[in-house]
DNA sequence: AGTACCACCTGACGGC
DNA sequence: TGCCGTCAGGTGGTAC
């Protein structure tokens, strides 16, 4: 599920639970995962330090190790957060450990291998080499449209592109077009600045309150297109059966009547 | 430059 | 019950 709001769940997760305690062991079980790091140095790298901090960009969860590096998580499509005292097993799935003295533990749980867990030396460095684009949240309305100046492809996989914006995948990029009422297909540069501009409106709304609702889809409002994805479900505003789009082999849900 | 497709992983679900 | 294909919210590489 991890995309923008959902990351942002996790850093302040993170926050609220693992900072100022000194880490006292390290497993990794899953090597592949390990970017330009390996186990041993991950442990060498974190054991007996502390998190001072986080920070986030788009997808990417950043922890601040004092007097170290960061350690960057990326959470792919599966991966979460679990804080808990050491006792019994970790959750199934776990593929990383760490283990506090005061006696908790911060475990990351991937239940497909599809995720990153690396160091990096900071946020700045690490955005610059990944080239990825600024943050979805960070955007103002001049830059927003700014970016799409000459851009070519379709309105969605622009959304997509961690290049162009960073955070949003395929269920938020839906349901911000579906607010927008616009259609994913559509090309980016036939976009008018009204249309940029109730863009912007609906991508600000639809994280921020994604957020505020700890990105729970049992949480989000009926009216938002993600209880409905399904090509049984109806468009909560107009009643239209909602339609699924087939992008660049990813499974999209729209309102045909709505968007345009 | 953009898009299509495959690969990387694991598990759940529906059809036969 | 069991096997098999398909699908799931991500990303990177490669081939047009």
């Not at 009216?223 to 059966?241: D, E, Q, Y």
Request: aromatic share 6%.
């Amino acid at each position: 599920m991890p995309e923008l709001p959902d990351v942002e769940c996790l850093r302040r997760y993170v926050d609220a639970t693992s900072l100022h305690q000194t880490i006292d062991a390290v497993a990794v079980d899953a090597p592949r995962m390990l970017k330009d790091t390996s186990a041993e140095k991950l442990r060498a790298t974190l054991e007996g330090k502390t998190f001072r901090g986080t920070a986030r960009h788009g997808k990417h969860l950043l922890i601040d190790v004092a007097d170290g590096p960061w350690l960057m998580l990326h959470f792919g499509m599966t991966g979460r957060l679990d804080y808990a005292r050491q006792e019994g097993e970790p959750p199934r799935h776990t593929r990383l450990e760490i283990r506090f003295a005061e006696g908790y533990r911060l475990v990351g749980i991937w239940q497909r291998r599809l995720g990153e867990i690396a160091i990096v030396t900071d946020p700045a460095s690490f955005i610059e080499a990944r080239g990825l684009g600024p943050d979805a949240l960070d955007l103002g309305l001049d830059a927003f449209e700014q970016l799409f100046a000459g851009r070519r492809g379709t309105i969605k996989s622009a959304l997509m592109d961690q290049r162009f914006i960073a955070g949003l995948g395929n269920v938020y990029s839906d349901e911000i077009l579906f607010r927008a009422r616009i259609d994913a297909a559509r090309q980016a540069r036939d976009l008018t600045d009204a249309d940029l501009a109730e863009l912007h409106r609906a991508l600000l709304h639809v994280l921020r309150l994604a957020i505020e609702r700890q990105a729970d889809p049992e949480r989000l409002p009926d009216s938002w297109l993600l209880p409905h994805r399904s090509t049984s479900a109806h468009c909560p505003r107009c009643g239209t059966r909602i339609e699924k789009v087939e992008t660049a082999g990813r499974a999209g849900y729209r309102c045909p009547n709505c968007q345009a």
